[in-house]
């Protein structure tokens, strides 16, 4: 008799309910928006890709591949206002050049930070955006009847929406700040959002690129539509932190939907990340959050990091402290030096895992395991199976159980080079 494989269940922001993700039927697409490059890299922008990781290795095991695309908006990320330059085009400039190696080494930071914490590279990644598809998807939503034009640029009617607040209410101060984020008043409605800017409105934004509309740059939403499209013109499944749900992300939807034909949902699922605080409050994109780099240099591990956001569930802010990071390392560090006792055999996916592990204890393991983790994502479940089949080794006889458990949650307890670093 076929084994039946278990679905995995995820919670889908849009809809508010939980629902079964359709694999099986070859390859699922997983979009994420990558942070604005312009600033450095820090342990909050890894959070979410953490719980996006934990997604697709449980899909993979499960038998499902994804085809995971991370979008970098370097073409929406500000750039510091030029000095005069004499007829020299600005991007020809040293300043040019020196905010695209800026941007350059931000993101390459990023990428190094996510191999870091056990982030499996994307299946497809655009090196950057390019203007041409934005500008095309600008012209069919103005053919579509979507924008209008103002002075300052060429902005989306969301009056020409059924629906535009899928996620529910933002409350007023968020649509507040919303509205806040485009400075011209004169747009129709303060939902409204610019798919164009042909005036420089801020004086960190200098770059420029001919356009049917005139020079000028695009918004900040538009870019991650057009690359979203390489995937296809629906997505399975679209990350991102709550932070840029009720604003970025209900953008994205608005100008993707628009050229869709009517009626059909961009995303199947909307998977939203809880923000990371600290013991100063919420952790915001700006500053005074804590880089990989300087955990490290304190002598914690990237991967106490991953196991301490494994603790939680993705949609609960996890509870980052010293002390809590503390307690992640020396749990990481046993379960090393179990791991490594016990000479784990090679991860195996779930059919074969099943097979293995029979009808005795170690299959009750693999149950309360698979069942934690389709459950939307139950990390910390997860990782409690694993750490009793670690400690209690006759449960789990060939270690089948431990090592799908341990390549699942992307710790490398085995494998892992330098657990235990030297204080820097
Ligand atoms: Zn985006």
Known sequence: MPLHVPRLRLHDTAGAATSPLPHGDGELSVFGCAPLPDTAPHIGHLTQFVGTDVLRRTLHWLGTPTRFLLAVPDIAAPAPAPTPTGGVPWAATAQAGAVRSRTEQNSAALHADLLAVGVLPPEQRPTSTSVGPVIDLVRS???????????????????????????????????????????????????????WHLEDWRDLHAKRWASPWGPGRPGWHVGCSAVAATLGPTVGVHVGSESQRHHHHLAEIAQSEAVLPRG?????????????????????RYRGAPSLASLRRSGFHPLAFRLLLLRSHYRARPSFTVEALSRAQGTLVRLAALARSARLPAPPGWAEARERTGEGPAAELLRRFTEALTDDLDTATALAVLEEALHEPHRDPGGFVASAADQVLGLQLSTADALVPTPG
């Open 264 to 284: 059909t949902r961009w995303v199947g699922h909307w998977m939203h990340h809880a923000l990371l605080p600290t013991d100063s409050g919420a952790l915001s």
């Open 141 to 195: 939503l103005e053919q579509a009847g979507f924008t209008y034009r103002l002075a300052t640029g060429v902005y989306f009617d969301t009056g020409r929406l059924s629906e535009f607040e899928v996620f529910g209410d933002p409350g007023p101060e968020l649509r507040a700040l919303r509205a806040g984020a485009e400075p011209d008043p004169r747009r129709r409605h303060p939902d409204d959002f610019a798919l």
